[in-house]
């Protein structure tokens, strides 16, 4: 599997309608959004012996037409890094496949397929024909996008947010590249309003709309400048949103923590329990109330510091997977050793403009 589908496959995901509606709008409309249901198939295709293998689409959803014509509708958005001469056979292939497991002839299967490259000709309706001496045999249709044919300052001006992250993959111009990425990341900051979706929007620029060092020092002044002081403001809020969720999961995990011991402590007998709860109870006495007390509260303080730490840990390797694709193990070791909350917080910052782990300062 590429190191890049499991990212591209949540961004697709959150962002099928917007693309499909960006390059196809007579389709989209078609199309009963709000009920469809993402799903996991494959097709296989039998062989002879170990030939015997699987066509796995990279998504696919379960919905309706709107106008409900068809028993059903499966959107079938295919991402694709280069170009690959049997995606004709392919699309054939999964197409048919999925119409036979559905059992239904009122199934229909819409392919996307979108290349994340140039050379595959824009925007295309393709037609895949298998003839028999001029007589069509099979036929099956599906609609392309290459992004790298494009360009990327006219989706910039558009109002889908799709447009502003599939833009990363677009022609760029020679002069103008920060400001254009600025402006995407500006508007992604201020008209998406779905945590989820912007947040995987700004990774996507932020990871493949590359800069340069001099286009990265440049942008770092911009940045620093009055007139994207709001874009920088915007920013650091949503670099503060992450750290409230990173406490948020952290307290929700001590207190799973709690109730789990406290099953444990039940499963292993009132009897056991009860012992212990008297031998603390001696222990506190021999010590002093106001030496056990204490010591409760550092504990609780010790705890709470813990589940911060592992949360801001947890956070920092699941952006750092999104951002780099892959997180080595001796990376992760390097995370898990910071037991510093402000070390990882200086970690998630670096995180925001870094090209790699060297960058980060983890190497």
Sequence with gaps: ?????????????????????????????HIDWDKIE????????????????????????????????????????EIQMQRERDMDWRVLQYNTGMVLQRRSADTR????????????????????????????????????????????????????PMAWALASWMRKPRKGRVQLRLRLLERIL??????????LL????????????????????????SRYGEVREMFKTEFERLEEEAERRGRERALTEFGRLEEEAERRGRERALTEFGRLEEEAERRGRERALTEFGRLEEEVERRARVHDKQDVLLQLMGEKFG????????????????????RLLRKLIHADDLAAMGLQ
């Design 326 to 345: 892959s997180v080595p193990e001796w990376a992760s070791a390097r995370v898990r050793g910071l037991r510093d909350a402000q070390a990882l917080d």
């Design 109 to 160: 299967v819409i392919t996307f397929v979108f290349y994340h490259c140039g050379g595959a000709g824009g925007i295309r309706k393709q037609r895949y024909v298998q003839e028999f001496y001029g007589e069509t045999l099979l036929e099956v249709g599906y609609w392309s996008v290459g992004l790298g044919d494009l360009k990327a300052e006219e989706y910039a001006e558009t109002d889908n």
């Design 38 to 77: 993402w799903i996991d198939k494959e097709v296989p295709i039998e062989g002879a012996g170990a030939d015997t293998r699987s066509v796995v689409a990279d998504l696919l959803g379960l919905t309706r037409d709107v106008e409900g014509k068809y028993l059903e509708v499966l959107i079938h958005p």
């Design 190 to 199: 201020r008209f998406v309003r779905e945590p989820g979706y912007r947040r």
């Design 1 to 29: 599997m590429r190191q890049h589908d499991p990212f591209l496959k949540r961004l697709y995901k959150a962002g099928a309608r917007d693309a499909v509606a960006l390059f196809f709008p007579d389709l989209a409309a």
């Design 202 to 225: 700004l990774d996507t620029v932020r990871t493949y709309f590359a800069l340069n060092a001099a286009q990265k020092a440049e942008e770092e002044r911009m940045l620093q400048s």
